[in-house]
């Protein structure tokens, strides 16, 4: 029987929702129980694939295509389940799915309302996740009381009445201030924010508090007083120094203990099994050492902008036992100042995804640095084609080497498939349902060159990696940036497209079409940022 658990939010934003829900999902997992984590975001755009950075942070995609919110990256990292479409919906996608339904003549002619329609479109969305998992968690995005979340909190209401409180429990995530004038922490806005949750009916039966000290205990009991609730399913989430510490500090407070009792299952003092997430942290907090990576980017105001990056260089640091220091640049710095200044303290050098043509200069100039004074260099999607445009320029020669995505240029080293494929190619990968000029977006495979340092870290020579792009490397130019030692170690099945290239003559040098940093787990680190970082280890030790 799947038991469903709500996790809503109140009084800010940032909380932590998402982090709670995939810490629960460890935790449960760590019992011996199937998990699923979804969310319902309440935005009215169909997904964050056209958002910005700077508002949305990181899109997440999925294996099977989805542009997700960033907290399913949060869901994966956690639990190790690999989300998909199903996994994540949107107030958007919800009414768009109604009104083509309503144009369709699903609905007979009736008046099309919030309630029943969106509400029961909601549940639907919630209902096929029935039998998935022992238990599915349900994250709703934004804040209680934001007018955006209302038709989903009637939405979980109703679920709730026809499932059964067996079936079904609310946990909400709050914040107690501290107040230094006043010297204590303050409940009211907790009480607040649980006040106005049941007044659109939902009643929380466990309260995660977060808080940056301890909650005392009186302060505990007034909470379950005025929130109506038991004490001990009041629950200090505490601030900690890395999140990967979430699921212990959730043990100790006996968070997975008292979900269990409330949905009436045995067993909930046996202890579970937490020891790789011990030792996860046993090595964030002890490592052995500690090197220093730049991320220059072109979102670097917005640390969720590259979320699953930073979290997949951690995954590198906890393998190789160092700590992993994050130094962000705006790329755009380099194209008015020598890029030897930012980046000599740096035991590596990342250039990750990106779009549209600012700040693309200076990525080319910090791979370029890269590249002549031997620094590992990673570059991710964006990031490899700004490598292929720095070695055509100034190895092959090729001064106006260009992509066009930034306009017409008379040596397109960097294209869309439409417009550098011959007419036979393209037939080609259309009758394989591949279409040239359109975002690829979700997993696909990739075949590495024999001998190739790719192949050496993968340990295979077939790999399955998520894509988020429409331009390619233009694969006319490899004979020439080849006999100039910029391999192309990696291609598509069919041997069409560019996936990875690497400096031959270079200590650690890749650049990759895919996005690596989405597969990446703490538990099961992506080969690629452990060899990455373990190059900046070895690079260390020459300074």
Not at 79 to 84: H, K, V, W
Not at 472 to 495: C, I, T, W
């Amino acid at each position: 029987m799947t038991r469903f658990v709500f996790i809503t939010g109140g009084v800010v934003s940032s909380l932590g929702k998402g982090l709670a829900s995939a810490a629960i999902g460890a935790l449960l997992q760590a019992r011996g129980f199937k998990v699923r984590c979804c969310k319902l975001d309440p935005y009215l755009n169909v997904d964050p694939g056209t958002m910005s950075p700077f508002q949305h942070g990181e899109v997440y995609v999925t294996d099977d295509g989805a542009e997700t919110d960033l907290d399913l990256g949060h869901y994966e990292r956690f639990t190790g389940r690999p989300a998909s479409q199903t996994d994540n919906t949107t107030t958007g996608r919800i009414y768009l799915n109604v009104l083509q339904r309503e144009r369709r003549g699903d609905y007979l002619g009736a008046t099309i309302q919030v309630i029943p329609h969106i509400t029961e479109e909601i549940k639907d969305f919630i209902r096929e996740k029935d039998g998935s998992a022992d238990f599915v968690l349900v994250e709703i995005g934004g804040t209680v009381g934001d007018i955006e979340s209302l038709p989903f909190l009637e939405a979980i209401r109703q679920f709730h009445n026809e499932v059964g409180r067996d079936r079904a429990l609310f946990i909400h995530v709050t914040l107690l201030p501290y107040i230094p004038t006043a010297g204590e922490l303050k409940t009211k806005p907790t009480q607040h924010s649980v006040k106005e949750l049941m007044s659109a009916g939902i009643r929380p039966r466990i309260l995660l508090c977060r808080s940056d000290r301890e909650i005392p205990e009186d302060e505990r009991r007034k909470i379950a007083l005025f929130c109506n609730i038991d004490e001990d399913c009041v629950i200090q989430a505490l601030d900690v120094k890395s999140i990967y510490e979430v699921p212990l500090t959730y043990h100790r407070e006996g968070l997975d203990k008292q979900i269990l009792r409330c949905f009436r299952i045995e067993g909930h003092d046996q202890a579970p099994d937490l020891s790789t997430w011990e030792n996860i942290v046993h090595r964030v907090k002890e490592p052995e050492g500690e090197v220093r990576i730049a991320i220059c980017g072109k979102y670097t105001n917005l640390m969720d902008s590259y979320k699953s990056l930073n979290e997949a260089l951690t995954h590198g640091g906890i393998a190789n036992n160092v700590q992993v220091k994050l130094k962000f640049i705006e790329s755009e710095v380099f194209e008015g100042e020598d890029p030897a200044y930012h980046l000599r303290d740096c035991n590596g050098i990342l250039v990750p995804g990106g779009f549209g043509a600012r700040g693309t200069e200076g990525k080319i100039k910090a791979a370029q640095f890269a590249r002549e004074h031997g620094v590992p260099y990673f570059g991710i999607c964006f990031g490899m084609q700004m490598a292929v445009i720095e070695a055509a320029r100034n190895l092959v020669g090729l001064d106006d080497a260009n992509s066009t995505e930034f306009g017409e240029c008379s040596e397109p080293v960097i294209g869309l498939m439409t417009e550098w494929m011959k007419g036979n190619e393209l037939e080609a990968r259309a009758a394989n349902g591949d279409l040239g000029g359109t975002m690829r977006l979700g997993a696909y495979p990739a075949r590495l060159a024999d001998g190739s340092r790719v192949a050496g870290i993968y340990g295979t020579k077939d790999i399955s990696e998520r894509h988020r792009h429409r331009y390619e490397v233009n694969m006319n130019y490899r004979e020439r940036l080849e006999a100039k030692g910029l391999r192309f170690s990696g291609l598509s099945p069919d041997g069409r497209l560019p996936e990875i290239v690497e400096h031959q003559d270079h200590p650690w040098f890749i650049g990759v079409q895919f996005h690596p940093e989405l597969k990446s787990k703490p538990f099961d680190p992506h080969p690629l940022f452990v060899s990455f970082i373990k190059a900046a280890v070895e690079q260390s030790r020459l300074v």
